[in-house]
C-alpha cells in the first residue's frame, strides 16, 4: 500500500471520507489497518500542506478546495433528507428512521 496508490483514488474520488477510500483500495484484511493509518497520514499530511481542506469537521470529509460536500450525501430513504454517511452501509439519516424502515418492512412481513 504505497501513498501513491493512495492518492491516486483521492485524485479519483476528489470529495472523499477516508472509508471511501479505504473501500476503493481494497486492501486484504491482513493489511487493512496499515492501510488505514497510511490514509490517515497522507490526508493530514496533504490537508497541513493546504493540498486537501476539510470539508465537514463529523463525519470528516476532505476534498480539494472548491469541491463541495454535496457530492458524498446520500437521501435517506425514509425521509429524504440529504445526509453524510458514516460508512458504506449507511442508507437512513438518523435512528429514528432506520427503526421506521424497520417498523414497515415487519409490517410487510406480517401480512
Given at each position: 500500500?504505497t501513498?501513491?496508490?493512495?492518492?491516486?483514488?483521492?485524485?479519483?474520488?476528489?470529495?472523499?471520507?477516508?472509508?471511501?477510500?479505504?473501500?476503493?483500495?481494497?486492501?486484504?484484511?491482513?493489511?487493512?489497518?496499515?492501510?488505514?493509518?497510511?490514509?490517515?497520514?497522507?490526508?493530514?499530511?496533504?490537508?497541513?500542506?493546504?493540498?486537501?481542506?476539510?470539508?465537514?469537521?463529523?463525519?470528516?470529509?476532505?476534498?480539494?478546495?472548491?469541491?463541495?460536500?454535496?457530492?458524498?450525501?446520500?437521501?435517506?430513504?425514509?425521509?429524504r433528507?440529504?445526509?453524510?454517511?458514516?460508512?458504506?452501509?449507511?442508507?437512513?439519516?438518523?435512528?429514528?428512521?432506520?427503526?421506521?424502515?424497520?417498523?414497515?418492512?415487519?409490517?410487510?412481513?406480517?401480512?
Open positions: 500500500m501513498d501513491g496508490k493512495i492518492w491516486q483514488v483521492i485524485l479519483k474520488l476528489r470529495v472523499f471520507t477516508p472509508w471511501m477510500v479505504l473501500k476503493e483500495l481494497n486492501p486484504p484484511s491482513f493489511l487493512r489497518s496499515y492501510a488505514k493509518e497510511r490514509i490517515r497520514s497522507l490526508i493530514n499530511a496533504q490537508t497541513r500542506a493546504g493540498i486537501l481542506q476539510v470539508l465537514n469537521e463529523d463525519p470528516p470529509v476532505f476534498g480539494f478546495p472548491g469541491e463541495s460536500v454535496e457530492k458524498v450525501k446520500r437521501e435517506c430513504k425514509i425521509c433528507k440529504k445526509f453524510i454517511p458514516t460508512q458504506d452501509s449507511d442508507q437512513y439519516c438518523s435512528d429514528e428512521c432506520e427503526r421506521e424502515y424497520r417498523k414497515r418492512l415487519l409490517e410487510r412481513m406480517r401480512r
